[in-house]
């Protein structure tokens, strides 16, 4: 805008922001997720603003679940459609996963708002637009419950990434494998998900991508000793042990 300049310390920060205001304004974002992405931006300097090292591990475990899943799904709320939706298109192309949409403030206006942007954007299926197919997962107090018969109900495998947890916690029950981006390491998504991404949105599903197109080198059985081998409650610890040694040493601690 007009009033951020090109040099501020903070550009990328503040452009994003502003982009999210305008998503408001176009119906894409809710209200509410300009609240959730400042706790987001929150936590993303207590890790330094990039990809730790030790999330690589949940980035290449989440890219093998869902290359080797049956039925793979990447489900977008206002957020996710918001910061990346090519990227969001371009990792449903590499892992064969199916776009849906699925809204915490859900209405036929976002939906619309969400799938117009998604289509520009390139996606060439969308699920959970179609009222006719809508199925319900009653575990779910909230919109989320309303769900594609086709997609998310049937789903082996569900990307949800920016999540309220309820619904991560209803999937698991429900035997779905379910990966989370969340940059705050403590929120009940991130402990209750079976992969759990500790990093910025906009940085980590690029990174599943190219993980993706690497594994796709590897074969099925290979892919599965990738997942098979990942311990979420083991990389939970590691990120929070990242982010204690970070502050330590910016403290100037000796370790
Ligand atoms: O589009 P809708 O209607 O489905 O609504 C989406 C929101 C995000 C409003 C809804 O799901 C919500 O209220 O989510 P929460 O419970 O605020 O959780 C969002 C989590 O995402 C928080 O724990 C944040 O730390 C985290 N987060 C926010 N922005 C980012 C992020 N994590 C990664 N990258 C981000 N850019």
Redesign the pocket.
Known sequence: SEFLPKDHPRYESIRMREHLVDMVDAKV??P??L??????????YLIGEKTPDCVLGPIRAAAAALLTAERPIISL???A?A?CPEAMVELAEATGAKLEI?????SRE?IEAITKLMEKAGAREILGTDEARQGQIPEIGS??KRVDSEGILIADTVFV?????DRTEALVKMGKRVIT????PL?R??RTASISIM????R?VPAMTRAAIELKKLNKTECLTVLDGFDNDKAFAEALRFISARLKALAGDAS
Request: glycine content about 12%; overall charge negative; proline content about 2%.
């Open positions: 974002l809710a509410e997720g609240i959730a992405h400042g706790r987001g931006e929150a936590f993303d709320n206002g957020n459609a910061l699925n809204l915490f403030y859900r976002r919109e989320r990434p920016l999540e309220d947890g981006i969340d940059l705050n929120s998504t991130s990093d910025h949105i906009v980590a």
